[in-house]
């Protein structure tokens, strides 16, 4: 089965947050597998440059030891490459010998770059096979509500993967916004006015626009 995109991406622009995650099927360790199969559940989509690269061993070695936490998010992971389902294989059974931890979530084969390409993980003319380090935070509906990208000479932090959905789950539960820095259980922020009765009303020069929820601004 070869990897495929749906609808077609010529030209491979990359994509943007808001915009639907194309569907795709795949081969992956865990057998055939189709992005739109995650609807109704959040999906981190990553990309890594190669299997049985440092950088890489060490951030798969951190994902599925925290696999239970964003299972408890009711957040699937699943990885992609360029590498073919039998490194894969080699590369996850190292793991387990070496390290003692079984890696559970898919890792899919992108041999052809098809899939790398319609999300943007290399660019359009870029004869590198390697991807870069992107990562998609995908919602229940499909749709792309935050992305990182990084380089491969720097590992991800699974630590702010977390916090990141956290920040996506608790605003699309409350409504509000995430501040810098927020975590599990502080408060959001409201968003300013866009009244200018209440800017001039407000108690203070920034409570109409940098105010907490449930705070008053009077
Ligand atoms: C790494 O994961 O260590 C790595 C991958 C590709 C290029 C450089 C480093």
């Known amino acids: 089965m070869n ?5 077609p991406h010529p030209q491979a622009a990359g994509l943007r947050i808001g915009d639907t995650a194309p569907n795709f099927e795949a081969r992956s360790t865990v057998g055939p597998v189709r ?3 995650f609807r109704g559940n959040w999906l981190i ?3 890594h440059p190669a299997d049985f690269t440092p950088v890489c061993t060490t951030e798969f070695i951190e994902l599925a030891k925290a696999a239970s936490e964003f299972d408890m998010r009711d957040c699937a992971l699943m990885a992609l490459s360029v590498d073919s389902l039998f490194a894969h294989f080699a590369w996850l059974r190292m793991i387990r010998d070496r390290f003692d931890i079984e890696v559970r979530f898919p890792i ?3 041999p052809t770059l098809v899939i790398g390409r319609a999300f943007g993980m290399v660019a359009p003319g870029d004869n590198d096979s390697a991807t870069v380090r ?6 229940p509906s499909g749709t792309i509500r935050a992305m ?3 380089p491969a000479n720097v590992g991800r932090s699974t630590s702010e993967m977390l916090r990141t959905l956290d920040a996506l789950q608790a ?3 409350d409504g509000g916004l995430a501040p810098a820095n927020w975590g599990p259980g502080e408060k ?3 968003a300013p006015t866009v009244d200018l009765d209440e800017v001039y009303s407000a108690k203070d020069e920034t409570s109409w626009f940098l105010r907490e929820k449930g705070a008053k601004t009077k």
């Open 3 to 7: 990897a495929s995109i749906d609808p």
């Open 35 to 37: 992005l739109s199969d």
């Open 45 to 47: 989509l990553f990309s």
């Open 108 to 110: 899919v084969e992108d």
């Open 134 to 139: 992107s990562t998609y935070f995908i919602d």
């Open 148 to 150: 990182t990208c990084y």
């Open 171 to 173: 605003i699309d539960a």
């Open 188 to 190: 959001l922020l409201r």
